[in-house]
């Protein structure tokens, strides 16, 4: 069972982590393409449409698994003792859904604008 769990729930936190993920890549790409041509608010733009775009999202789903819980993890599982357990340790991982920044945060603040 609690290899079940386990399971699960790094399931559930891929995600969190590939959404996000997702989103960051294209922001550093993006980003990166607009510093380089010298628009550097453009680039400032970029990063703050990415946060809100990116928190708009890791809190749904972070509502939609934490409202939702029984059917989500029912979804990845069969076994009705791994599903409960799963349900019940699942509170510890709905904060790393809004704290999944790491892949473009850090533009954030070094964008300057001259």
């Not at 997702?22 to 680039?43: D, I, K, P, W």
């Not at 009705?80 to 945060?105: C, D, K, M, N, W």
Request: a neutral charge; proline letters at 3%.
């Amino acid at each position: 069972v609690a290899v079940g769990v386990m399971g699960l729930m790094f399931q559930i936190s891929a995600i969190a982590y590939m959404s996000a993920m997702a989103y960051g890549s294209s922001v550093n790409t993006r980003v990166s393409n607009e510093l380089g041509a010298g628009q550097a608010a453009a680039a400032k733009l970029a990063v703050n449409t990415a946060v809100a775009v990116v928190t708009v999202v890791q809190s749904g789903w972070a509502l939609v698994c934490w409202l939702g819980a029984w059917h989500v993890v029912g979804v990845l599982s069969s076994n009705h003792e791994v599903v409960r357990e799963t349900v019940q340790a699942l509170p510890i991982l709905l904060p790393t859904f809004v704290s999944e920044y790491r892949g473009f945060l850090p533009y954030k603040h070094s964008i300057r604008i001259d």
